[in-house]
């Protein structure tokens, strides 16, 4: 897996947090400015600051935990709803684990590549 891709989706990840956090309160606030007669979005443009880059091994670190973690949530979910709800629902869950597996052991295989002492 490219590092780029990597990186990529941790912040992807990341994005998605804030915007369910975020997204209600950007409403309240432009619906109030629309009854004020004021379009809200309009303005100077926001920039971002942008820093370097997170090193390799942090995205790597990162990717391995988020997946491992939901690896084994999903599984147990999965486990769950076989022993509760029989057969029903099950397959969302356990066809979910071996997605979050494949992508954590991907991102596993980076870290160590990235921890390996340089020759």
Known sequence: MDDHVGATLVRVAVTEALLLIFDPVAHCVGRDAKQRGRNPWQGPPLRLATGPPLPDAVVDTIGT???????????GLGGDAVIVGGARGTGLWLSAAPVALVAGLMFENRLVHDLEPAT
């Open 65 to 75: 935990t988020i997946f491992g973690i939901a690896d084994v949530w999903l599984t």
